[in-house]
């Protein structure tokens, strides 16, 4: 079973950058493609980054292309969100989640961490 664990969120300064981390203590991580998603308040989570079981392929929201990079660490059983440049409307409570193919939709994800809140100040 995947149990994930975010850490790595902060208050940053606008312009900063952040590495986010997804650590999981389960035993099938290599089973799953990976997925990052965020939620800031009032709206609905959005699709952020996701990465294949391999590594070799990711996907990203148009929103986020050239300032986030999703990587993982097998070795570690563990996904990372590098976000350089980080602007206000980066702004959000970030999930990792585990799933079947790399797709933007949460409903292909079955397992999901409980959050690392990302606060950026202008």
């Known amino acids: 079973q995947v149990q994930l664990v975010e850490s790595g969120g902060g208050l940053v300064q606008a312009g900063g950058s952040l590495r986010l981390s997804c650590a999981d203590s389960?035993?099938?991580?290599?089973?799953?493609?990976m997925g990052w998603f965020r939620q800031a308040p009032a709206k609905e989570r959005e699709f952020v980054a996701a990465i294949n079981r391999s590594g070799g392929n990711t996907k990203y929201a148009d929103s986020v292309k050239g300032r986030f990079t999703i990587s993982r660490d097998s070795a570690k059983n563990a996904v990372y969100l590098q976000i350089n440049n980080l602007q206000p409307e980066d702004t959000a409570l970030y999930y990792c989640a585990g799933g079947r193919m790399v797709i933007a939709a949460p409903s292909w994800y079955d397992y999901w961490g409980q959050g690392t809140q990302v606060t950026v100040s202008s």
């Open positions: 389960g035993r099938t991580f290599r089973s799953y493609a």
